[in-house]
């Protein structure tokens, strides 16, 4: 069955068909963005508020493998996965397949009000696929701010504690408790506090920038502060995202995670990883815990998670998760049928289709690309990431400093030639990959040769 027909229109131009028959190439047949796009952003500034931003600047009608076709009939390359959303590509054979299916049944029933069993089967995958043999529960969300959330409820309830630990460079998401967690101001925070109490924030491990302290190191320093600040006996959870999304594609260095579980094991404080980035076979492993060794007690997951349907979990231990109150867990729409549906035939396609390894192996060719780069580049600090998790952190190169005015013009350069990427870090100073798993190497190499390219220029 096929949901949108090959003769829809937006205004006067006929719309491809989504999916990965789109023709996987980079054409450009206008400027970026072109004369319809324009128009649509100009009804958007009138229309949507000026607050919510958009990284580029055109509207898209079709996406699917590793492209996004405009409303001008540009085709893009896409190294943005709607930051790491579509792992399985745009509009994937079965998450169509199956959303369409569970249309056509029911839409809505509110899991807490009348059950039905694909909520059942998604809990069963994710207590199958997250780290650990212990026996697990899950509960499913809209979003990964809202998994974040019920994932601190869950674990203040179970230690009856209040204190939430969590580290510098830290992003959570954007509702009240969340803003508490996440760490930079702008423009996650400026203005719209006050925010949350019982949130502390200690030093992380960011190899680069931390004057290369080891793993156990970096721990000694967060423990020590943890310990002489807040006290254990005051402290529900530690979380922390295994590597850092936002805040710059910070990957900890070895030894610094395990050494954090093992304090919070010994001292009753629930350890939480956020692998709402991280998840769904992102970084050549299903979960990125899995390759540092840490068996998490609650993880929470998001993005990757439904090929694009809202959806996202909170998975942990058995006796942490059913701790809460009957009741005390749930929402109207979270674990939402369509979401569900998507959910299975999204992780169905992660495993049949051997995305994992996929990533293991994109990881590899953007490490390539850029590590001969940053041989003869020294504006490229680091290249650094697991799987298809992958960043440059960019620096002024007679002074080592962050240069964002340098990854903004790069990514500027790189997005008005056609390829989709998005900046991050604390300092605004990194360029990140997200590609759909479902990417062809030619195409991935081409975008990454745009970005050398447009770093070439700038
Ligand atoms: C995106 C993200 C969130 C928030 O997810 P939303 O669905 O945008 O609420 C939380 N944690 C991490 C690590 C994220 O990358």
Redesign the pocket.
């Known amino acids: 069955m096929t949901l949108i027909d090959s003769a829809a229109t937006v205004g006067t131009t006929a719309v491809p068909v989504g999916g990965p028959s789109l023709p996987q190439q980079r054409t450009l047949v206008t400027a970026i963005p072109g004369p319809k796009s324009q128009e649509l952003l100009a009804r958007k500034a009138q229309a949507v508020s000026a607050s919510v931003g958009s990284t580029i600047p055109v509207f898209t009608v079709a996406a699917g493998g590793g492209v996004l076709v405009d409303v001008d009939g540009n085709s893009l390359i896409d190294l943005g996965s709607g930051?790491?959303v579509t792992g399985v590509g745009n509009s994937a054979p079965r998450v169509v397949a199956a959303v369409a299916a569970q249309l056509e049944q029911f839409t809505h029933t509110c899991f807490t009000v009348a059950p039905y069993d694909s909520y059942v089967e998604v809990a069963e995958a994710l207590n199958r696929l997250t780290p650990g043999d212990h026996a697990k529960r899950s509960a499913l969300f809209n979003?990964?701010?809202?998994a974040?959330e019920n994932a601190v409820k869950i674990a203040r309830h179970y230690t009856g504690k209040q204190a939430v630990v969590v580290f510098d460079h830290a992003?959570?998401?954007?509702t009240n408790l969340?803003m508490a967690l996440t760490a930079k101001n702008q423009p996650y925070k400026n203005g719209f506090g006050p925010f949350a109490p019982e949130v502390y924030r200690v030093p992380t491990s960011y190899p680069l920038r931390d004057g290369g302290l080891s793993g156990a190191e970096a721990a000694k320093l967060s423990i020590t502060q943890i310990e002489k600040q807040i006290g254990a006996g005051n402290l529900a959870a530690v979380m922390i995202?295994p590597i850092q999304?936002?805040g710059g594609f910070i990957v900890p260095a070895e030894g610094f995670l395990p050494a954090i579980v093992d304090w919070c094991r010994a001292n009753d404080v629930v350890f939480i990883a956020?692998e709402?980035?991280t998840g769904f076979a992102r970084t050549g492993t299903m979960f990125a815990s899995e390759q540092f060794g840490i068996v998490p007690d609650l993880v929470?997951t998001?993005?990757g998670i439904a090929g694009g349907l809202p959806l996202?979990a909170v998975t942990g231990r058995a006796e942490i998760m059913d701790a809460p109150q009957i009741g005390g867990l749930g929402g109207t729409y979270g674990g939402n049928p369509l979401a569900c549906a998507a959910a299975l035939a999204t992780i169905e396609t992660y495993e049949e289709d051997g995305l994992v390894e996929r990533a293991a192996e994109i990881g590899a060719i953007v490490r390539e690309v850029f590590g001969a780069a940053q041989a003869t580049d020294a504006r490229i600090a680091e290249v650094r990431g697991l799987g298809a998790m992958m960043a440059i952190e960019l620096v002024d190169a007679a002074t080592g400093e962050p240069d964002a005015s340098l990854t903004g013009r790069v990514a500027a350069a790189t997005h008005a030639a056609g390829v989709i990427v998005l900046t991050c870090g604390t300092y605004g100073n990194v360029i990140r990959f997200l590609p759909p798993l479902a990417i062809s190497d030619a195409l991935l190499r081409e975008g990454l040769q745009v970005v050398l390219d447009s770093l070439a220029a700038n």
């Open positions: 930051i790491a979003s990964g701010a809202e974040v992003y959570h998401g954007r969340t995202e999304g936002e956020d709402v980035q929470v998001a993005k996202s």
